[in-house]
């Protein structure tokens, strides 16, 4: 019964995963460590950075004024550990074995100005010294940003490179035992020569040390460490997996031209081209990686699942499984249209924007969302959302993409020059293609503004080169931008006293606009002003302003007690949880962000804590016992949040337990040092706790035979599911597992999967009448013969499993048996032909009056030795039949074997034409009464006379082969049948080949 629901429910079970490492790359990996789990708080301050390889070499800090602290969102979405150059560090032991001569470390952080003059991420110490073995990447000038990677001396053998401050970076270093090589974003910054040992027998640290000049000041986000000279394809998979998570962009020569995930599929591949500004989302298990949103540094291009978070954790979107990534990287070009992209564009769109992205789809199936941040030129207000259209090309010749617009199943907002587009499927960029995007609209994005003004006739003024007058008064100039986006002007020119003007615009909400001398805002937004020009005629102008209100966007989130937020370069924690930002768009409009966080209190825990009787417990370095039964301790989870536990202990006296357990045929159990199986299937036995609490247990065992089960069961699409270490999936739907428990009791089971995306299935199989099953709590058997059960797999795939058992319904039919054995040799005979069987079965011989004249095959086949008995003896077998699963559902009969050893003489031939087909009918040449006793052989000839095939004895089973097995022509072949040569006694005859 237990094995029955093991293997029922492991349907629903994902495969195990391969060991994790950064990149999938675990072997030799003997510290890693990142900022997005394994940080253990102390005050707010980092006390524990847990390393994730299998080395458990944790990052400590036992001093709290050298603890560096944490912010929960900065790089790309994804939290750092914050290190003030001022001896504040994590320190690990005895990492990597003394006189090793290969190691590559990777480290992605930030550089600030100030601190020590040096900048240490991570150093080495070897044989209680820095140098002579020691290795490091270190700021060699922090001033200058300066960093670089050294081993054994840092003057001597070391190589470095400028760093952009205040900027997340992948620094990597790498000794192969004969060259240092020093790396920023995979790109080689340079090598020396060196052919010495290192290790650190002394203590590695993280961020400096105490009393030193190299503390590092900014951010530390991960750090991999591997005591082996990794591959090209190890580096380039540890170094894609850092730049997808942290939003960089590698070199593309350093990457071998592709990013690629834990498998080495290439998840992005480009030419120099779209080798920029690489963004990417990505799940891959193998590197416990993923993230859900990505973004630039300077914020202008981001995806994302679901709805954009501050933290990348927050995001609630979700991928359907795993090996699955969008990764995206552009041009250079402007965020606008440019006069460049007017001959690219597709018919019916008026601009484009001069960047464009290749985006790669691997194996990804669900929806995401694209931001760009445009020049504040690229889109003005007379353009809505209705207008923009997401172009979609395969070549990156955009005069033939497609035109994508919100009846295509997108949407598209604008919130300044922030353009979201969101609903991205794979009807718009197909699962594992490759394609190029762009924005673009279906109006002209150039500005256009009215220039309107009086002037007094005979007066003329100079715009942009051209003479406007009275003879000229109006006409269209284009004004070039510093930006590269132009402006388009509508000159309007009026001449003489009292004609009017009207002045329309939009301001932002708190601007105003002075007209001769009168401030029109929002509270004065219109009015009349008489202007004089030149003392000689007067002008009228109507003012009517229009207001833009700011945008305001309330902003709440909940954190742990002791985190630290930043939001537009303003600090919030528990102290400091709201506030108000003001966000200043291109266009002067301000947008007012309300924040409003919520931190956790302290978690209060009361359930009480059962011992037995003299047992003791120690918490946060506290013994509680039945003397010291109460108390409360503050404990500090993973997240930062403290939990106050109120300790209270309960004392429980010896306990009397029933064990019973069902067992498989042939099984035992130990149970405290005593043996029980089925001829000692009961006692009673005493067991003592090393605190000296008794139980009584007592031991009542039951044995059920092996069992055969059938798996009819439905797999969503894209599941894999592991049975016995075959995995099955929608190319391997059907299979046999023999499943064998720890106690040795086999299992067959028939598995029959269907691939469907949530349906109803069913689950029928067959039992013996008085047992029952037990499948997701609800008990079947003759009372409860069927019933639905509902689950849902991992990926969300609903399944409906209709049961439904049935019962053997009673004992073979078994009819008795009468053979004639006619020559003394051995023959089997199917004593079971004429027998109606269950599916499994098994035959056992009860009596037997010869016991030397039979035997009994697996198939049930009686051989019968006739050398061993005389001619007129009778041989009877009585044998018994038993259904395999219900071994009390048995028949018997009868077998009377007759021996007369006169057999009839061979008669004439039965198959005179072979047709061969094998429709068993003509298909060999046969001969009735022939058996191997009573013929010496055949020969048979071709029509020319040469010998083709000969047998002695014939066996009666010709079908047109030579002696080599290969197939004779068609037509006319002779033959010799010898039955006794002494005696010229043979049957000659022909036999034709018909194909």
């Known amino acids: 019964m237990r094995n029955l629901l093991y293997l029922f429910f492991i349907l629903f079970a994902l495969s195990a995963n391969a060991q994790e490492g950064p990149g999938g790359v675990s072997g030799n990996n003997v510290f890693w460590v990142k900022a997005d789990v394994g940080v253990t708080f102390a005050n707010s301050d980092v006390a524990e950075w847990t390393d994730q390889s299998a080395g458990g070499n944790n990052a400590t800090q036992a001093t709290v004024s050298y603890r560096p602290s944490y912010i929960s969102s900065l790089h790309n979405y994804n939290p750092g550990v914050h290190f003030d150059g001022s001896d504040e560090h994590l320190s690990i032991n005895n990492l990597v074995a003394?006189?090793?001569?290969?190691?590559?470390?990777?480290?992605?952080?930030?550089?600030?100005?100030?601190?020590?003059?040096?900048?240490?991420?991570?150093?080495?110490?070897?044989?209680?010294?820095?140098?002579n073995g020691g290795y490091g990447i270190c700021g060699l000038d922090g001033g200058a940003y300066e960093f670089g990677f050294w081993v054994d001396s840092y003057s001597s053998h070391a190589v470095s490179a400028p760093m952009e401050k205040d900027v997340s970076i992948l620094l990597e270093g790498k000794y192969s035992g004969t060259q240092i090589e020093f790396f920023q974003n995979a790109y080689l910054e340079g090598t020396t020569p060196y052919g010495g040992v290192i290790g650190d027998a002394g203590t590695t640290h993280l961020g400096g040390g105490v009393g030193t000049d190299y503390n590092h000041k900014g951010y530390i986000a991960e750090v991999a460490i591997y005591d082996t000279d990794l591959s090209v394809l190890e580096r380039n998979k540890v170094s894609s997996y850092l730049a997808i998570k942290y939003g960089l962009t590698l070199d593309k020569n350093g990457v071998s031209n592709q990013y690629i995930n834990s498998d080495g599929v290439p998840i992005y591949a480009s030419d120099n081209l779209y080798w920029n500004n690489i963004i990417g989302i990505e799940r891959d298990d193998n590197s416990s990686l993923m993230q859900k949103q990505s973004h630039l540094e300077n914020d202008s291009t981001r995806i994302y699942l679901a709805s954009l978070k501050t933290r990348n954790v927050s995001n609630t979107g979700v991928f359907s499984s795993d090996k699955q990534a969008v990764v995206m990287g552009s041009t250079k070009g402007e965020l606008h249209a440019t006069e460049a992209t007017?001959?690219?564009?597709?018919?019916?769109?008026?601009?484009?924007?001069?960047?464009?992205?290749?985006?790669?789809?691997?194996?990804?199936?669900?929806?995401?969302?694209?931001?760009?941040?445009?020049?504040?030129?690229?889109?003005?207000?007379?353009?809505?959302?209705?207008?923009?259209?997401?172009?979609?090309?395969?070549?990156?010749?955009?005069?033939?993409?497609?035109?994508?617009?919100?009846?295509?199943?997108?949407?598209?907002?604008?919130?300044?020059?922030?353009?979201?587009?969101?609903?991205?499927?794979?009807?718009?960029?197909?699962?594992?293609?490759?394609?190029?995007?762009?924005?673009?609209?279906?109006?002209?994005?150039?500005?256009?503004?009215?220039?309107?003004?009086t002037l007094c006739p005979g007066e003329s003024m100079d715009i942009n080169g051209t003479t406007y007058d009275e003879s000229n008064p109006a006409g269209v100039e284009t004004l070039a931008s510093s930006l590269g986006c132009d402006s388009i002007v509508n000159i309007n020119l009026t001449f003489g006293s009292g004609t009017p003007t009207n002045i329309t615009q939009t301001l932002c909400s708190g601007e105003e606009l002075i007209v001769n001398g009168t401030a029109y805002n929002a509270a004065n937004p219109s009015g009349t002003e008489l202007i004089s020009i030149g003392g000689t005629c007067d002008s009228v102008v109507n003012i009517d302003l229009t207001f833009q209100s700011s945008v305001a966007t309330n902003y709440t989130e909940v954190f742990c007690g002791g985190e630290n937020v930043i939001i537009h370069n303003t600090m919030y924690n528990a102290s400091h949880p709201s506030g108000t930002e003001i966000l200043t768009s291109s266009f002067g409009c301000d947008s007012i962000v309300n924040v409003d966080l919520t931190f956790h209190s302290i978690i209060s825990m009361d359930d009480p804590i059962v011992l037995c009787e003299g047992e003791s417990i120690e918490v946060n370095g506290t013994t509680y016992d039945a003397l010291n039964p109460t108390g409360v301790d503050t404990l500090t989870a993973v997240s930062g949040c403290d939990s106050i536990l109120n300790i209270k202990l309960q004392f429980?006296?010896?306990?009397?337990?029933?064990?019973?357990?069902?067992?498989?045929?042939?099984?035992?159990?130990?149970?405290?040092?005593?043996?029980?199986?089925?001829?000692?299937?009961?006692?009673?036995?005493?067991?003592?706790?090393?605190?000296?609490?008794?139980?009584?247990?007592?031991?009542?065992?039951?044995?059920?035979?092996?069992?055969?089960?059938?798996?009819?069961?439905?797999?969503?699409?894209?599941?894999?599911?592991?049975?016995?270490?075959?995995?099955?999936?929608?190319?391997n739907l059907v299979g046999t597992e023999i499943l064998t428990s720890v106690s040795g009791c086999d299992s067959i089971v028939n598995i029959n999967l269907i691939s469907i995306s949530g349906i109803s299935v069913p689950f029928d199989t067959t039992i013996c009448v008085g047992t029952s099953i037990e499948l997701?709590?609800?008990?079947?058997?003759?009372?409860?013969?069927?019933?639905?059960?509902?689950?849902?797999?991992?990926?969300?795939?609903?399944?409906?499993?209709?049961?439904?058992?049935?019962?053997?319904?009673?004992?073979?039919?078994?009819?008795?048996?009468?053979?004639?054995?006619?020559?003394?040799?051995?023959?089997?005979?199917?004593?079971l032909e004429n027998d109606e069987l269950p599916e499994s079965w098994t035959i056992q011989v009860l009596n037997a009056n010869h016991t030397d004249y039979w035997a009994l095959n697996e198939e049930g086949e009686l051989i019968v030795y006739g050398d061993r008995a005389s001619s007129g003896e009778e041989l009877i077998v009585t044998y018994e039949v038993c259904n395999e699963f219900c071994k009390t559902l048995c028949s018997s009969g009868q077998v009377n074997i007759n021996f007369e050893y006169t057999a009839p003489k061979p008669e004439a031939i039965v198959s005179e034409i072979l047709t061969l087909n094998n429709d068993g009918k003509n298909d060999i040449l046969f001969f009735r009464g022939i058996s191997l006793s009573n013929n010496e052989g055949i020969t048979i000839f071709n029509r020319w006379g040469d010998l083709v095939f000969s047998e002695f004895p014939y066996h009666n089973g010709w079908d047109g082969k030579n002696k080599k097995g290969e197939d004779l022509p068609d037509g006319t072949y002779y033959y010799i049948l010898y039955l006794n040569r002494s005696e010229g006694e043979s049957i000659l005859g022909d036999v034709l080949i018909v194909r």
């Open 98 to 131: 003394a006189n090793s001569k290969n190691i590559n470390v990777f480290a992605v952080g930030t550089n600030e100005q100030g601190g020590d003059s040096w900048h240490s991420m991570v150093m080495g110490q070897a044989n209680s010294s820095w140098l």
């Open 342 to 453: 007017l001959n690219d564009k597709p018919s019916g769109v008026f601009r484009m924007l001069d960047r464009t992205w290749q985006v790669k789809n691997t194996n990804f199936d669900g929806t995401f969302s694209i931001d760009f941040l445009l020049n504040q030129c690229a889109f003005v207000n007379p353009i809505s959302t209705s207008d923009m259209r997401l172009l979609v090309d395969t070549d990156g010749d955009f005069s033939d993409a497609q035109v994508l617009d919100s009846g295509a199943g997108l949407s598209f907002l604008r919130t300044g020059n922030l353009v979201s587009i969101i609903g991205i499927t794979n009807a718009h960029i197909p699962m594992n293609a490759t394609v190029f995007i762009t924005l673009a609209s279906l109006t002209n994005p150039v500005v256009t503004m009215p220039y309107f003004m």
């Open 652 to 731: 429980q006296s010896p306990a009397i337990t029933d064990y019973t357990e069902v067992l498989c045929e042939g099984a035992s159990v130990i149970i405290n040092g005593s043996t029980y199986d089925a001829l000692n299937p009961s006692g009673t036995e005493t067991l003592t706790t090393v605190s000296g609490c008794d139980s009584v247990v007592n031991i009542q065992l039951t044995f059920l035979a092996s069992v055969m089960t059938s798996i009819n069961q439905s797999l969503c699409e894209g599941e894999n599911i592991e049975i016995n270490g075959t995995l099955y999936n929608a190319n």
């Open 776 to 831: 997701d709590g609800q008990v079947f058997d003759e009372n409860n013969l069927t019933g639905v059960l509902e689950y849902t797999s991992v990926n969300g795939c609903d399944s409906i499993v209709n049961i439904h058992l049935s019962f053997y319904d009673g004992p073979p039919e078994v009819l008795d048996d009468v053979f004639t054995v006619y020559a003394p040799e051995k023959v089997s005979l199917n004593i």
